[in-house]
């Protein structure tokens, strides 16, 4: 029986809950040398792409920057083509939001990054209700909830008029003045719906894959029906193995019920990962990245946004606060919402008893991601066990440090991979649907 082949990212973070910021192997995340580093020791290891994720606003907790958080958010655009002059055959995928941005803009952007790339370019689609971030645009949070994903679906196919109206032979090579533009070749690109009515043209042609693989961020009921019809790629937090084979069945059934071949539609759980020379070893650094990760102070601002108070008078490595939450939401800004505060809380209490968790602890149970631990063996028989078992296509790899985090899993755990006949030994395609497996659009 032929096996399946394993799919790779890199994730480099925008949005961070992650990087061990106290390690003094942890770098800058503003400066090119550490995309540069992660991006072509991703390609190192024949990764089908780099990841790099982004938020429009800085978080803030008390009205002031959270300083645990991610250090800087560089435009993605310009970090990215910037990537494609220092790398060769990695794909380069990157977090853009459909809220607050324009079709016609982001559909040139992307063209423009496929064209610089060869064909190596990746689209991760968000969607954004949040006034908090809308307040940096001029429409400020104007969109209703239950609009995001409509807007997000006429962004789509607005942005892929664009990238249709260059027919493939617009472009003629003319002996006596060089590549030219045949006029009778490019048609307008039309839309009309509720959030968008464009009429324009192209100023280019589509890139070498037509469209940029499109992935898509979203576990909710919207966000599945969304990258069934949509995506090529579905970026998920379904990553343990029940949870992952009951979503990947789902998503490939709805994908076929749009008529699509469901194979065309590849699904990435993200997943962090500790190495160790024995499974005792990577338990011992795993519990202690953790506990990296979930300062006391982090701790008691993940709480206090679950009750909506100041809580910095409790102990983090104590029990869980005496008092009941408010509907106060404003103390954090830019984290996701608990819609039903007292019911999370009432949550939080029953685990932390059963379990005899302080706050930190708790806080580390439930905002930890799907993990991989043990020795380089135990890590690739996992990676192939859940490919193969029909849990996902493959991991969006979140390492703990930037940028060099990713090393160790290039040098000890691709190899075993590749012994194990299910990842590549050579990239084989030239764009990222190649790498993917994907049909050109």
Not at 62 to 84: E, H, K, M, N, S
Not at 200 to 208: E, I, K, N, Q
């Amino acid at each position: 029986m032929e096996r399946k082949p394993i799919h790779l990212a890199a994730h480099f973070p925008g949005v961070n809950n992650t990087t061990v910021w106290a390690d003094p192997g942890s770098g800058s995340q503003i400066e090119f040398d550490s995309f540069i580093h992660l991006a072509r020791t991703a390609e190192r290891g024949l990764f089908d792409f780099f990841f790099l994720a982004e938020g429009l606003r800085l978080r803030e907790h008390r009205g002031r920057i959270y300083d645990l958080d991610v250090v800087g958010r560089p435009d993605t655009f310009t970090v990215l083509a910037a990537l494609a002059g220092v790398t060769e055959r990695i794909g380069l995928t990157g977090t853009i939001n459909t809220t607050f941005n324009e079709p016609f803009e982001v559909a040139r952007q992307f063209a423009s990054l496929d064209h610089l790339s060869e064909g190596r370019a990746g689209w991760n689609i968000v969607t954004s209700s949040d006034a908090f971030t809308g307040a940096n645009f001029r429409r400020g949070g104007f969109l209703e909830h239950a609009d995001r994903y409509l807007r997000a679906e006429e962004f789509v196919t607005a942005a892929q008029r664009f990238w249709d109206s260059w027919a493939p032979d617009a472009v003629l090579a003319n002996p006596a003045t060089g590549v030219y533009v045949d006029p009778e070749r490019i048609r307008s690109a039309e839309f009309s719906g509720k959030h968008f009515d464009v009429r324009g043209f192209a100023t280019l042609p589509a890139g070498p894959q037509g469209y940029p693989v499109l992935l898509q961020a979203g576990d909710s009921e919207e966000g599945r029906a969304f990258g069934a019809r949509h995506a090529d790629a579905l970026f998920t937090l379904h990553a343990s193995l029940p949870e992952g084979q009951r979503y990947y069945a789902d998503v490939k059934s709805r994908a076929r019920s749009y008529g699509r071949d469901p194979n065309q539609l590849k699904v990435f759980p993200a997943v962090t990962f500790v190495i160790g020379d024995s499974r005792g070893d990577a338990e011992e650094k795993a519990r202690y990245i953790q506990h990296q990760q979930v300062s006391g102070a982090t701790a008691i601002a993940m709480l206090e946004q679950v009750w909506g108070r100041d809580l910095s008078d409790y102990d983090p490595d104590g029990p869980l606060p005496d008092v009941e939450p408010t509907s106060d939401f404003g103390i954090t800004q830019g984290r996701v919402r608990h819609a039903d505060s007292v019911a999370v809380a009432r949550q939080y209490r029953e685990r932390a008893q059963a379990e005899n968790l302080s706050i930190r602890e708790l806080v580390i149970a439930v905002t930890s991601r799907q993990q991989f631990v043990g020795t380089p063996e135990h890590i690739a028989d996992e990676i192939d066990r859940y490919v193969q078992a029909d849990a996902c296509d493959g991991f969006i790899l979140v390492p703990h440090l930037t940028p060099h985090g990713l090393d160790e899993f290039v040098d000890r755990v691709v190899p075993l991979l590749q012994e194990r006949g299910a990842f590549r030994t050579a990239y084989t395609g030239a764009t990222l649907r190649e790498h993917l497996g994907l049909a050109d659009r």
